[in-house]
Structure formats: C-alpha cells, structure tokens
Nanobody, 121 residues
Framework: QVQLVESGGGLVQPGGSLKLSCAASGFDFSAYAMGWYRQAPGQEVKWVSSINPGSSLRTYTDSVKGRFTISRDNAENTLYLQMNSLKPEDTAVYYC??????????????WGQGTQVTVSS
C-alpha cells in the first residue's frame, strides 16, 4: 500500500533553514504529482507547494515564494522541501501528500504522518 514517511523537521531559529524529506513507497512515484501541506496550531491544513512528475512545474503558496523550494528524486522515490529564511509563522506540522494523478491540482489521496517544524528563538 501507499506509504509516505516524512523526516527532517525540528527546532530552528528565525532565519534558519531546514530540508524536509518524504520517502514514498507502494506506488509508481514517478507517475504522480506530489505536494506539501502544513497545519499550524489551531488552524486547518493548508497547501504549501506542489510538483509535477517531471519537475517541470512547481507551485507555491504566496507566503513561501522565494523561500521554499520543492523538489523530487524519482530514482530515489523521495520528495523534498528546502525551507530557507524561516519565520515563526512557518511553525506547523508539515505533511507530504500524493495526488490522484500527474495533474498538479488533482485531489490528494494519501497523506504522510507529518513532521513538526518549530521556528523560535
């Protein structure tokens, strides 16, 4: 079955960087669009970024543009999120998500368990 396992979260000071990873298994990773979402305390889950199978299309929510970079390694079945210039408002649980097709905006059908990112001095 589909498994998505995030790692790389932690505590970082404002202005710092983290790189999240999502190890995927149980499906043909190279055929599906993938995404990152986050849930801040007391808030709903919100979309952060998406990438198509060939990495030619990448989209970001406005609040992370220029600071976050989504990427993928189809040979290693791994999705990444490089987060730079982190702000306290980036504090959240970050989730890896598999979409139902190769379309960037298609519905999410599988979620990882999440990894906590805390930005604080």
């Amino acid at each position: 079955q589909v498994q998505l396992v995030e790692s790389g979260g932690g505590l970082v000071q404002p202005g710092g960087s983290l790189k999240l990873s999502c190890a995927a298994s149980g499906f043909d990773f190279s055929a599906y669009a993938m995404g990152w979402y986050r849930q801040a305390p007391g808030q709903e889950v919100k979309w952060v970024s998406s990438i198509n199978p060939g990495s030619s299309l990448r989209t970001y929510t406005d609040s992370v543009k220029g600071r976050f970079t989504i990427s993928r390694d189809n040979a290693e079945n791994t999705l990444y999120l490089q987060m730079n210039s982190l702000k306290p408002e980036d504090t959240a649980v970050y989730y890896c998500a598999k979409r139902i097709s190769n379309v960037l905006t298609s519905r999410v059908e599988s979620w990882g368990q999440g990894t906590q990112v805390t930005v604080s001095s």
